[in-house]
């Protein structure tokens, strides 16, 4: 997938390839990460998984369907529930459980259960006290929260989070996570900046320069690849001057 600059003619003044030659699979159940420094080409990718974009060459498949089939566009993202970066960009509505009852309500499902629903994913948050809330008087983590009950109240059996977590405090990052952690079901696809967020994922697929560098667990990319090395090293450092600090 390229990145194409034009001027005010629609002339091509600039090409930047964002992934390339990347190949993976990621079956039903599984928590995958996808890791790499900032211009690896995560966030493309990750659009790619809802057809936010579709692939110049070669072929997405989700759940069997070709995402660059048009008609088949909201077949894709019933299918891929994604939750973005800032969850100020995602709010909708005035009051939370009505934003979080805008994502079954945008693919049909019927009042009643749409209220179902609502109920059922924020209970998984931990979000349920606040459902007569107004979003906006919410902290950041809270937000979050919300997207993504918002986008597991569409029954989603895939969940991409595109560095859903960078800008909360540990803490908070820590309770999302322990959320995800208890979604069994769920096809979890998250990129991040925070290793800690996905050292414990069935797989990690490190991109570097759009391509894929190194893929394995954990344990595997500490003995494979330096560049992971690096980023866990600077993660326990970190991790030690918080301790000494407090």
């Given amino acids: 997938f390229d990145y194409i600059r034009r001027d005010g003619e629609d002339n091509v003044i600039a090409v930047e390839t964002a992934v390339n030659d990347v190949s993976f699979e990621v079956k039903p159940g599984e928590f995958v990460a996808i890791l790499g420094h900032n211009g690896s080409g995560k966030s493309t990718l990750a659009r790619h998984i809802n057809a936010l974009l579709v692939p110049e060459e070669g072929t997405m498949y989700v759940d069997g369907i070709d995402t660059s089939e048009k008609d088949m ?29 805008f994502g079954p309500e945008n693919i049909g499902v019927p009042t009643k259960k749409i209220w179902e629903r609502v109920e059922e994913s924020l209970k998984k948050v931990g979000m349920l006290h606040e459902r007569k809330s107004s979003p906006n008087h919410l902290s950041g983590g809270q937000k979050q929260r919300i997207s993504i009950a918002r986008a597991l109240s ?84 970190s991790k030690d001057t918080v301790k000494e600090e407090n």
């Avoid at 566009?73 to 009852?101: I, S």
């Avoid at 967020?197 to 570097?208: K, M, T």
């Fill in 73 to 101: 566009v909201w077949e894709v993202r019933k299918r891929a529930g994604m939750v973005f970066q800032n969850p100020d960009n995602q709010v909708v509505q005035n009051v939370v459980e009505e934003d979080v009852g």
């Fill in 154 to 237: 569409k029954h989603s059996p895939i969940l991409v989070m595109d560095d859903s977590t960078s800008a909360l405090d540990m803490e908070t990052e820590h309770e999302i996570q322990k959320t995800l952690n208890s979604l069994k079901d769920t096809t979890k696809i998250i990129i991040a900046h925070r290793i800690s967020a996905v050292c414990h994922a069935d797989e990690i697929i490190y991109l570097q320069d759009g391509r894929i560098a190194e893929r394995g667990t954990h344990e595997e990319l500490l003995a494979s690849c330096p560049l992971y090395e690096e980023m866990w090293n600077a993660h326990i450092s």
